[in-house]
């Protein structure tokens, strides 16, 4: 099992960046794929970015070619940098855990840090 903690986020100018970082406690680190989702108030909370075991990556669209994820197994840290923010990303970004391979589905996650907060304005 893993325990994700997230840290980095902030209020940030739209077109500013920001990196969230995910520290994943955790013996098999390596064997999790490890997702970012978001919840904005009154909203569900949706994928954004996941990495799987293997490094292999998804995003959902509205944040391809401004978002990156990535990971550090050797820190056991998951990474999502975010350029080029609009308002519209403001949200609670949520780090979680599951086994090996990405889904878009928050039910099939099995492990959730606390969430950090983005705020961007306009």
């Known amino acids: 099992q893993v325990q994700p903690v997230e840290s980095g986020g902030g209020l940030v100018q739209a077109g500013g960046s920001l990196r969230l970082s995910c520290a994943a406690s955790g013996r098999t680190f390596g064997n999790y794929a490890m997702g970012w989702f978001r919840q904005a108030p009154g909203e569900e909370r949706a994928f954004v970015a996941g990495i799987d075991w293997t490094g292999g990556t998804a995003y959902t669209d509205s944040v391809k070619g401004r978002f990156t994820i990535s990971r550090d197994n050797a820190k056991n840290t998951v990474y999502l940098h975010m350029n080029s923010l609009k308002p519209e990303d403001t949200a609670v970004y949520y780090c979680?855990?599951?086994?090996?391979?990405?889904?878009?589905?928050?039910?099939?996650?099995?492990?959730w840090g606390q969430g950090t907060q983005v705020t961007v304005s306009s």
């Open positions: 979680a855990a599951r086994d090996l391979f990405i889904t878009r589905t928050k039910e099939d996650y099995d492990y």
